[in-house]
């Protein structure tokens, strides 16, 4: 061992990944350069060559990427199961199968995976679950008290609150932290300095802003379906909160709040969501790209490619963005 490797963490990274295992209810956790590199270097930790992984179909596009061409260059077979057919689980499974992943909530569409057939095939059998909860926030959920064993969090976006930096977050057994920081070295993933200070400050008011953005989310989301009924301009708002989302049930069971996010269908396409967007006052206007970082204390808008808008609710008060829907959409 080297002289660096000898060194103990500076005392804001000890810190911060305290905080952090305590929050996610596991024994430890360490931070990562990013997102990608969190869920990067925890699937090379727990699989091997001729290991099977069975996940959702339901991932971010980066996660899909390496999961369909990086991993199976590693002797890692793949397989993708549509959550909603919770016999499909186990009807994927195969002699080798070693660990299931999952996110929840699922980005953009705001859809909740079902943890409970999960779990059950996971203690049968013993494999490992991991979970993506970088949209819930530990505030509103903390999946290793549902059956997962690692969480994930991409930090940029809750944790964070503040679009400062980019880290991801891995939260787990000592021994499963030990072996991802092993593999986050020998890629050169370890998160910037200045990462570990905005992650702090960000952490200081988590709870607070968390708590905001859910009672804030649920009175608009509340006034959009209520729009939708009288203005067929918008056909459907989906927000886990709503007794209207599919997953609400499931949601309500094992959330402690239904967060920020929510996605807006109008009737006339992507050419409604350009002039509804282009109307705007108080949400900020991003594209794609620029609005992946979600989260954070400003209301942000942007669109999605199939006539949807996807909303992040900040610190704004309700009524300001009613406001500024209503103007935009009547």
């Known amino acids: 061992m080297s002289d660096i490797d000898a060194m103990p963490p500076m005392p804001t990274e000890r810190s911060v990944v305290?905080?952090?295992a305590q929050l996610d209810r596991t024994e430890s956790s360490l931070l990562l350069a990013s997102g990608m590199a969190a869920v990067a270097c925890t699937m090379v930790s727990l699989l091997r060559p001729g290991?099977?992984?069975?996940?959702?179909?339901?991932?971010?596009?980066?996660?899909?990427?390496?999961?369909?061409?990086?991993?199976?260059?590693?002797?890692?077979?793949?397989?993708?199961?549509?959550?909603?057919?919770?016999?499909?689980?186990?009807?994927?499974?195969?002699?080798?199968?070693?660990?299931?992943?999952?996110?929840?909530?699922?980005?953009?569409?705001?859809?909740?995976?079902?943890?409970?057939?999960?779990?059950?095939?996971?203690?049968?059998?013993?494999?490992?679950v991991v979970v993506d909860a970088t949209l819930a926030s530990p505030i509103n959920f903390r999946p290793v008290e549902h059956g997962a064993d690692v969480v994930l969090h991409s930090a940029s976006a809750f944790l964070d609150g503040h679009g400062n930096g980019f880290a991801g977050v891995v939260c787990g057994s000592d021994a499963v932290i030990?072996?991802?920081?092993?593999?986050?070295?020998?890629?050169?993933?370890?998160?910037?300095?200045?990462?570990?200070e905005h992650l702090a400050?960000?952490?200081?008011?988590?709870?607070?802003?968390?708590g905001k953005q859910n009672t804030t989310a649920m009175v608009v989301a509340e006034w959009v379906a209520a729009f939708a009924t009288r203005n067929g301009a918008v056909v459907s708002v989906q927000y886990p909160g709503?007794?209207?989302h599919?997953?609400?049930?499931?949601?309500?069971?094992?959330?402690?709040?239904?967060?920020?996010?929510?996605?807006?269908?109008?009737?006339?396409?992507?050419?409604?969501?350009?002039?509804?967007?282009?109307?705007?006052?108080?949400?900020?206007?991003?594209?794609?790209?620029?609005?992946?970082?979600?989260?954070?204390?400003?209301?942000?808008?942007?669109?999605?490619?199939?006539?949807?808008i996807r909303l992040n609710?900040?610190?704004?008060?309700a009524s300001t963005l009613i406001g500024d829907l209503t103007q935009a959409l009547e």
């Not at 309500?252 to 807006?264: N, P, Q, T, V």
């Not at 609710?313 to 008060?317: A, H, P």
């Open 18 to 20: 305290r905080q952090l």
């Open 201 to 210: 400050r960000g952490l200081k008011t988590l709870a607070v802003r968390v």
């Open 242 to 244: 709503l007794a209207s």
């Open 51 to 128: 290991d099977h992984l069975l996940t959702s179909r339901w991932l971010r596009p980066e996660t899909r990427r390496f999961f369909e061409h990086e991993l199976p260059s590693l002797g890692v077979q793949v397989s993708f199961v549509d959550p909603t057919e919770t016999r499909g689980w186990r009807r994927s499974l195969t002699r080798t199968t070693r660990l299931v992943y999952l996110e929840s909530p699922v980005d953009p569409s705001t859809r909740i995976v079902d943890m409970r057939p999960v779990r059950t095939l996971a203690q049968e059998l013993g494999l490992a």
């Open 178 to 196: 030990d072996e991802v920081r092993t593999k986050m070295q020998s890629w050169g993933a370890e998160p910037h300095p200045a990462a570990e």
């Open 313 to 317: 609710v900040g610190l704004d008060d």
């Open 246 to 308: 599919p997953d609400h049930a499931v949601a309500a069971e094992c959330f402690s709040g239904y967060g920020g996010l929510m996605s807006i269908t109008l009737r006339d396409g992507d050419a409604a969501v350009a002039e509804l967007l282009g109307r705007l006052q108080q949400f900020r206007v991003r594209d794609a790209e620029r609005a992946s970082r979600l989260g954070g204390v400003e209301s942000v808008a942007s669109a999605l490619s199939d006539g949807s």
